[in-house]
């Protein structure tokens, strides 16, 4: 990007390291791997993971595959929450995030097919 050599996904991973190196309290992640491919996003996701073990954190994504393992998961639209859990229990509920689950595993089956 912009003549550095360095790309989205690589920026991000760098951007994950230096959360590493500051060791915070609160953790806030912001579409951490809103512009990357698959193989970098499992790598973000396997360092997130490890970051956030251990310490309060809000990850923001629309990528759920990012936050499948959270403790609780907080459903937002149109600004307001409208449901909260565990995946498994937000898949149960056949809710708003079911429906965005579903059609994101769509995407990514007819994107692979």
Same mark, same amino acid.
């Not at 809103?34 to 990528?63: C, N, P, W, Y």
């Not at 149109?78 to 995946?87: K, N």
């Not at 708003?96 to 007819?110: I, P, S, T, W």
């Given at each position: 990007?912009?003549?550095?050599?360095?790309?989205?996904?690589?920026?991000?991973?760098?951007?994950?390291?230096?959360?590493?190196?500051?060791?915070?309290?609160?953790?806030?992640?912001?579409?951490?791997?809103?512009?990357?491919?698959?193989?970098?996003?499992?790598?973000?996701?396997?360092?997130?993971?490890?970051?956030?073990?251990?310490?309060?954190?809000?990850?923001? =994504?629309?990528?759920?595959?990012?936050?499948?393992?959270?403790?609780?998961?907080?459903?937002?639209?149109?600004?307001?929450?409208?449901?909260?859990?565990?995946?498994?229990?937000?898949?149960?509920?056949?809710?708003?995030? =079911?429906?965005?689950?579903?059609?994101?595993?769509?995407?990514?089956?007819?994107?692979?097919?």
């Amino acid at each position: 990007d912009e003549g550095t050599g360095v790309s989205a996904g690589e920026k991000q991973l760098i951007t994950i390291a230096r959360a590493f190196l500051s060791d915070p309290v609160i953790l806030v992640l912001d579409e951490a791997t809103s512009s990357v491919d698959t193989r970098t996003e499992v790598l973000i996701q396997k360092a997130m993971a490890k970051l956030a073990h251990g310490r309060t954190s809000f990850v923001i =994504a629309h990528r759920l595959s990012t936050i499948r393992d959270a403790d609780t998961i907080l459903v937002m639209e149109d600004g307001a929450i409208v449901e909260q859990g565990a995946h498994s229990e937000l898949l149960a509920a056949d809710g708003a995030y =079911a429906r965005l689950y579903k059609a994101q595993f769509a995407e990514a089956v007819a994107e692979v097919g």
